[in-house]
């Protein structure tokens, strides 16, 4: 007796390979002419942006930098004087993941474990910090299976159901999250001391060829005024972003990642008591 099956093929999101890192970047940082001689670093803290990541054969690159942000007591006459320096800390990664190819995905999640600063003199600090990175490579591989088998007159049968995850598409938008955050009137800003942001409230909605994206970027800002108080400033940025994809509908689910790729916070001219904060997201 012939029996006959029914075909049909889906698509699998495979992870080939994956690697647990970590980056060293060491930079000294010279303290500008107008602001006061370092005598003791206070804290410290930083934001990860990741400029391009490629997928090569056998490694993976990752271009970015750190935005990091110091605080300082100042060698001055007022004994509880405090500064801060900001500076980008760039860095360029090649991390060998063997089984990796150019047509693959990469997938990357990178944490700032240490970031540590050691005075060399009143002008000079050394910046040490390690980025610990798990980086994952997967391939889409196209299967066959079987769906049905016809013409069982005389053959028992044992079905089981299961689910499985197949991949319908994937892709990428950048968005601009832009907003001016006004601080205290009387405040007259000195600098910005330490930025903080996070992104919260995520949401996404699928529509026919269509993914919305919606977020906040919860933003908080410490500054310095003239007077030498510490203040702060702080609120939501919204987020939203369309990814084109062909094929996909309201049945679908859809699994989103957001990475910051650069930011600007910028101080406005002290007259208009103002922050500007740019970040670029994908």
Do not use: W
Request: hydrophobic share 40%; with cysteine; glycine share 4%.
């Amino acid at each position: 007796m012939a029996i006959e099956t029914a075909k049909d093929s889906l698509v699998l999101n495979q992870i080939i390979d994956q690697k647990t890192d970590t980056i060293l970047i060491e930079e000294d940082c010279i303290v500008p002419d107008i602001k006061p001689d370092i005598l003791n670093v206070i804290s410290n803290s930083g934001i990860i942006c990741i400029y391009k990541k490629e997928i090569l054969d056998g490694k993976i690159r990752l271009d970015g930098c750190i935005n990091t942000y110091i605080m300082y007591l100042a060698d001055t006459q007022d004994e509880n004087a405090v500064r801060g320096l900001n500076t980008n800390l760039d860095f360029t990664q090649m991390i060998e993941i063997e089984k990796a190819t150019s047509s693959m995905s990469l997938d990357t999640n990178l944490v700032l474990k240490s970031l540590d600063c050691k005075v060399l003199n009143g002008r000079k600090i050394h910046i040490k910090a390690i980025i610990e990175v798990e980086a994952k490579v997967s391939s889409n591989e196209t299967v066959e299976y079987v769906k049905e088998i016809q013409n069982l007159k005389d053959v028992q049968l044992l079905n089981q159901d299961f689910q499985i995850n197949s991949l319908i598409g994937t892709g990428t938008t950048k968005v601009y999250a832009k907003d001016t955050f006004t601080i205290d009137q009387i405040d007259n800003l000195v600098e910005v001391m330490k930025t903080d942001l996070k992104i919260v409230n995520k949401d996404t909605k699928i529509s026919y060829n269509k993914v919305l994206i919606k977020a906040d970027l919860e933003t908080k800002i410490l500054y310095l005024t003239e007077d030498n108080r510490i203040n702060v400033t702080e609120g939501k940025i919204p987020v939203m972003g369309f990814v084109d994809l062909p094929n996909i509908s309201e049945e679908h689910t859809c699994d989103v990642k957001y990475e910051i790729k650069n930011l600007i916070v910028k101080p406005n001219n002290v007259e208009e008591h103002s922050i500007y904060i740019e970040a670029e997201i994908e």
